[in-house]
């Protein structure tokens, strides 16, 4: 895919710069679609607020989001470097080498647990294949099976040694390729279960609380998990966008692959919200113990619509084949600017950077897998091990990654030269938005929501 984006925008007739924008638009809206928006964004939606929740993700993507991603892209290609070598070309002193390394490192601590949940997924696909689809939509599988630790560790490595095969054999390009045809068939077949799903019914009350928003289930935990959703969906305070920067030439306009990349992935996200959280309103009317159910939210509705419609081996395979892609492509992406980083800023091997990652995803990821488990007892802040590294990853160390982004133009680069940057290719129709957003809200909001989610962890408040 890296190779695909420099060759592509290197070379000078029109016609390859323009494979080049739509080459550097897919592989941004490829790395973004993933478990964030299927598994994670309809099941914060129905804990935080429904329709409140979707208002306030909405207004911070088009802020917020605007703004980081404009932010990072344009760093990225002024410096044409990963994040830990774009902040070291401004100053090699202290705040510059925890802003690059934050952002560095951030992908490095998900993708052992993003790995978790991709065996998860695959567990599933695998007994759909076997034809025990009514036992997976049956009440409380889900539970026991994330409890049964050995099994939810076996599929951790099964999921993990697919994408260190994709990653070791360099077969990236071919992947890239088949998630392209994958895709729309997901989005097709997403489709057509949010049609059956929101026809269910008492399926309506579900669609009322996902899209109408109450004041009455405004929280600052509210925000604050729509932040987090928004970096961890659009793929954010990651480094990710720094180094996708750095391999797109002067012609890609930025402003408008951001919003398209915005596009994309918001419509998929709300598409899974509303396949998800109606049919929990006509499963289980509304149940406020069920809204709550967070991370196996996806995984306990699904079976059961997919069961109810009455060919659920077929929708479950074909579904959860998708679901298997999404994560893999976005699993592929995340180790791999992990692998990287290493290789350049270490100076190592890059099967030695490698062997580091597999290190880590196995202390990480053996530790998420068994959480839920046999190291049930063990929580940090009352969290089991899964929920504290997603909390750190995306409530404490991308807010960071993000202000670091944030001080470093205010401060150092300099908003005319980002503004230089994004005009190379195009007119910067919303300057003034970014200026404004970028200079004065930005790094307030962040930092107040950064403050008081560790606070909420603390227990200082109560959110
Ligand atoms: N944005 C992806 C998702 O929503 O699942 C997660 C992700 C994938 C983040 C790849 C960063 C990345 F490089």
């Not at 959703?229 to 954010?236: A, G, H, K």
């Not at 997919?306 to 081996?313: K, N, P």
Request: hydrophobic content about 55%.
């Amino acid at each position: 895919m890296d190779n695909h984006l420099s060759t592509n925008n290197l070379a000078s007739d029109s016609r390859s710069s323009f494979s080049g924008r739509l080459g550097y638009v897919l592989a941004v809206a490829g790395s973004a679609v993933g478990l964030g928006n299927i598994w994670r964004f309809p099941y914060l939606a129905a804990k935080y607020g429904g329709g409140m929740f979707l208002l306030v993700y909405l207004i911070l993507m088009v802020t917020f989001g605007y703004v980081l991603i404009v932010s990072e892209t344009a760093l990225g290609r002024m410096t044409r470097k990963s994040p830990a070598g774009a902040f070291c070309t401004f100053g090699t002193s202290l705040p510059f080498r925890f802003g690059g390394w934050i952002n560095a490192v951030v992908p490095m601590l998900i993708v052992p647990y993003y790995c978790v949940i991709g065996g998860w997924v695959l567990k599933y696909l695998v007994e759909y294949t076997r034809g025990n689809a009514l036992t997976l939509a049956a009440d409380g599988y889900f539970t026991g099976f994330i409890a049964s630790s050995v099994s939810v560790e076996f599929w951790f490595v099964v999921f993990s040694a697919l994408v260190f095969f994709v990653i070791l054999a360099g077969v990236k390009q071919g992947v890239e390729r088949v998630s392209k045809i994958m895709m729309p068939i997901l989005v097709l077949l997403a489709i057509g279960v949010t049609v059956y799903s929101v026809t269910r019914p008492g399926a309506l009350e579900g669609v009322k609380y996902f899209l109408v928003p109450n004041f009455n289930d405004f929280s600052l935990m509210t925000v604050v998990a729509a932040m987090g959703q928004m970096f961890y969906s659009l793929s954010i305070a990651m480094g990710i966008l720094y180094t996708y920067g750095s391999y797109i030439g002067r012609d890609v306009d930025i402003e408008k692959s951001t919003t398209q990349v915005e596009i994309f992935d918001t419509a998929i996200a709300i598409l899974a919200g509303m396949m998800i959280i109606p049919a929990v309103f006509a499963f289980s009317g509304g149940d406020m113990e069920t809204l709550q159910a967070g991370p196996s939210l996806a995984f306990i509705t699904l079976p059961k619509i997919f069961a109810s419609m009455g060919v659920a081996t077929l929708i479950g395979i074909t579904f959860f084949l998708m679901f298997l892609f999404a994560a893999l492509t976005s699993a592929i992406s995340l180790l791999e600017t992990s692998v990287s980083t290493l290789e350049d800023e270490l100076h190592l091997s890059r099967s030695k950077c490698c062997l580091i990652m597999c290190v880590v995803m196995a202390l990480v990821g053996t530790a998420s897998s068994l959480g839920y488990g046999a190291w049930d007892f063990v929580t940090i802040f009352g969290m089991a091990f899964l929920d504290f590294f997603d909390f750190l990853t995306n409530s404490v160390m991308m807010p960071l990654a993000a202000l670091s982004t944030c001080f470093l133009i205010i401060r150092v680069v300099g908003f005319a030269r980002i503004a230089q940057e994004v005009e190379y290719s195009s007119a910067f129709r919303r300057k003034k938005l970014y200026n404004f957003f970028l200079r004065y809200l930005a790094p307030v909001c962040i930092g107040i929501i950064l403050l008081s989610s560790i606070a909420n962890v603390l227990g200082i408040i109560s959110l």
